[in-house]
């Protein structure tokens, strides 16, 4: 099981842009090898998938990137795999995307399609508050 620890998030106004960004420690498997997934949870709703990063395990180069329609041309997801970290740049920010926004981790994983699909990630982590608000 990957260990992961997330930073930034914060209370942004519309239109602007925030960060947040995620190190996963894996116990010695190679972080270049785990598919990493955003997901957020708003109050009352379920936890909805927002991109995902592939690793090795996908492609041979890893690195092929995937975005739910919602956020697609505004937000970037990167992965810089000498710092185990995967991050999530979001911009033209809306009060629709406020929520507690999630990293996760799986190992291995060979079907691009199941990317979105939470049930697939092992590993979570703390959680973020992301707040759009005048």
């Known amino acids: 099981q990957a260990h992961l620890v997330q930073s930034g998030g914060g209370v942004v106004p519309p239109g602007d842009s925030m960060g947040v960004a995620c190190v996963c420690v894996?116990?010695?498997?190679?972080?270049?090898?785990?598919?990493i997934g955003w997901f957020r949870q708003a109050p009352g709703k379920e936890r909805e998938f927002v991109a995902a990063i592939s690793g090795s395990g996908v492609s041979l180069s890893g690195g092929n990137t995937y975005f739910a329609d919602s956020v697609k041309d505004r937000f970037t997801i990167s992965r810089e795999n000498a710092k185990n970290t995967v991050y999530l740049e979001m911009s033209s920010l809306k009060p629709e995307d406020t929520a507690v926004y999630y990293c996760?981790?799986?190992?291995?994983?060979?079907?691009?399609?199941?990317?979105?699909?939470?049930?697939?990630?092992?590993?979570w982590g703390q959680g973020t508050q992301v707040t759009v608000s005048s």
């Open positions: 894996t116990d010695g498997r190679p972080f270049s090898m785990y598919d």
């Open positions: 996760a981790a799986r190992y291995g994983g060979a079907q691009a399609r199941t990317l979105m699909d939470r049930r697939s990630y092992a590993s």
